[in-house]
């Protein structure tokens, strides 16, 4: 079975520019999370999606926002960006939302903004 | 505070040796734990997950879950290169218990 699958794996933006991420969940899979790796760091939480409702928000500005689609598959759209936002995107998927429910990454997108 | 501390290290050990990666965290109401593995370069991959106070063994990987202490550990028993990485501690936060708090992570390196 296929994992989660993320695109593109590499991005060149520049500051003030919009970006759409991709994901598509395990199969089976209903919930979709979003997280953010600066190097160095751990991920940090940015959205939760399942059944295409908004369970969960990270400490995080407008300009991210997110959706899921009737396939479960997901966007994640950064308006206005900025120098920061450079980093890993990391996509997971889960069966649900309980917190006993296993998180599988995907490959991930790297995000730079000159 | 921060919710998920880990030592950053790096640790190093020898070759077949016993690596044991550390961690606490702040939120009592946390109820599952997770230790991913983290390649440079690559994204995180779960090795272990443990929900009940004590130990959890698979394979090598041992994981201890002391909750009165707010304390998870991961031991790696006859450690090889390969374990080599970084190695995060995760925890389940938020109103549905479904956010994974990350600590910053522990970079283990194994000497041959």
């Known amino acids: 079975d296929a994992g989660v699958t993320q695109s593109p794996t590499h991005l060149i933006k520049t500051r003030g520019q919009h970006v759409t991420l991709r994901c598509s969940p395990i199969?089976?899979?209903?919930?979709v999370s979003w997280y953010q790796q600066v190097l160095g760091q751990g991920p940090q939480f940015i959205f939760q999606?399942?059944?295409?409702?908004?369970?969960g928000r990270g400490n995080f500005p407008d300009r991210f926002s997110a959706r899921q689609f009737p396939n479960y598959s997901s966007e994640l759209n950064v308006n206005a960006l900025l120098l920061g936002d450079s980093a890993l995107y990391l996509c997971?998927?889960?069966?649900?939302?309980?917190?006993?429910?296993?998180?599988?990454f995907g490959a991930g997108t790297r995000l730079s903004v000159l | 505070q921060k919710e998920v501390e880990q030592n950053s290290g790096p640790l190093s050990v020898p070759e077949g040796a016993i690596a044991s990666l550390n961690c606490t965290y702040s939120?009592?109401?946390?109820?599952?734990f997770f230790w991913y593995r983290q390649y440079s370069g690559k994204s995180p991959e779960l090795i272990m997950f443990?929900?009940?106070?004590g130990d959890k063994e698979d394979g090598r990987f041992t994981a201890q879950l002391n909750k009165a202490s707010q304390y998870v550990s991961l031991l790696i028993r006859d450690s090889q290169p390969s374990d080599s990485a970084t190695y995060l501690c995760?925890?389940?936060?938020?109103?549905?218990?479904?956010?994974?708090?990350f600590g910053a992570g522990t970079i283990l390196r194994v000497k041959s």
């Open positions: 995760a925890v389940n936060s938020g109103e549905y218990g479904n956010k994974l708090v």
């Open positions: 999606y399942y059944e295409k409702e908004e369970r």
């Open positions: 199969s089976g899979h209903k919930s």
């Open positions: 443990i929900y009940s106070n």
């Open positions: 997971a998927s889960s069966r649900g939302t309980s917190g006993q429910n296993i998180q599988y």
């Open positions: 939120d009592r109401g946390s109820q599952s």
